[in-house]
């Protein structure tokens, strides 16, 4: 690195320093909300690796309460109120008494905004096996007051198993993914079982939405829906990452032919283009999947 280089680095860093400063660092959180990560102002925030971890922050954000550690990437890009839109097409296709299942919840973010959305008479069943996630989950839970949420501290897949997960990134454990092959660097143990079973175990007679974002982890949760799919037929939302996909030992055309079989017509997000198994996978994004027949 060179010296000018060097130098702006480390202006940069006592900029950043600046906005951990409780007072600042509040002010600074006002100017920031919904703007992209890309934005001028955004690029202001101090990033979470600046905070000594746990750190943690009680925000309100779009009427939900949320404790927030900001040394963990999820944390802070909720608390900075930075937008992705990743979610907002999902948002717009939720109506009042659906049910959905949010698979591979996090901290929460996306279950309790549906539950929001679907009203007291839908409901949301959230999955997340981390027992680290799990737990800010039903944190974040207990400061609210939705009834309409069901957690389960457990993955979602194509058969009942117990399955290594790998901290990915031990500052984004929004990261975590099932481990496969040899069992290297942080790891733990999670439970896996299959929707189908779930759908069966609480009797379900209606499912609107699967929303699915599990780090590549995706066709495993698909193959294990195959009953809930053919009998409610519901809307899915799921990342599609051929990066992770492979390291799970499969691929994204892989998974777009399985959902195009099933009898979904794919378009990604953003663009509402439709998606087949010949297109290019560069890059992660999502896709809604809607049935052929509505």
């Known amino acids: 690195m060179g010296l000018v280089e060097t130098i702006k680095r480390a202006a940069v860093e006592k900029v950043h320093g600046l906005f951990t400063v409780p007072p600042l ?13 890309s934005d001028l102002v955004a690029r202001l925030a101090p990033a979470n690796l600046q905070y000594q971890h746990p750190a943690y922050r009680q925000v309100i954000r779009h009427g939900i309460t949320f404790m927030l550690d900001i040394s963990d990437y ?15 097409e999902l948002y717009l296709l939720l109506q009042p008494d659906h049910v959905m299942f949010d698979v591979g919840t996090n901290i929460g973010e996306v ?18 096996p981390d027992p680290i996630s799990f737990r800010k989950l039903t944190g974040n839970l207990a ?12 993955g979602l897949g194509d058969a009942p198993a117990t399955l290594q997960m790998k901290v990915d990134c031990p500052t984004n454990r929004g990261a975590n993914r ?11 143990s999670i439970h896996i079982d299959t929707l189908d ?26 193959k294990g829906a195959h009953q809930a799919l053919t009998r409610f037929r519901p809307r899915l939302f799921v990342e599609v990452s051929d990066r992770n996909l492979r390291q799970q ?17 794919v378009h990604r997000t953003g663009t509402g283009e439709e998606i087949d198994e010949r297109h290019d996978f560069g890059g992660a994004f999502d896709v809604i999947c809607r049935p052929l027949e509505r």
Not at 74 to 88: E, M
Not at 111 to 128: I, K, S
């Open 25 to 37: 660092e509040t002010a600074l959180a006002r100017l920031t909300r919904d703007h992209q990560l």
């Open 74 to 88: 999820q944390d802070w890009i909720l608390y900075w109120g930075l937008t992705t839109d990743r979610a907002s």
């Open 111 to 128: 279950c309790m905004t549906a539950a929001g959305l679907v009203g007291p008479r839908g409901m949301v069943y959230a999955f997340e």
């Open 143 to 154: 400061l609210n007051r939705f009834g309409n949420i069901f957690a389960s501290n457990v």
């Open 178 to 188: 099932i481990q496969r092959g040899p069992q290297t660097g942080d790891t733990f």
């Open 197 to 222: 079973a779930f759908v069966a175990q609480r009797e379900l007679r209606r499912l609107d939405m699967i929303k699915i974002d599990v780090e590549g982890f995706e066709l495993s949760v698909l």
């Open 249 to 265: 030992g499969t691929n994204a055309a892989e998974l777009i032919a399985f959902i195009r079989a099933a009898g979904y017509s």
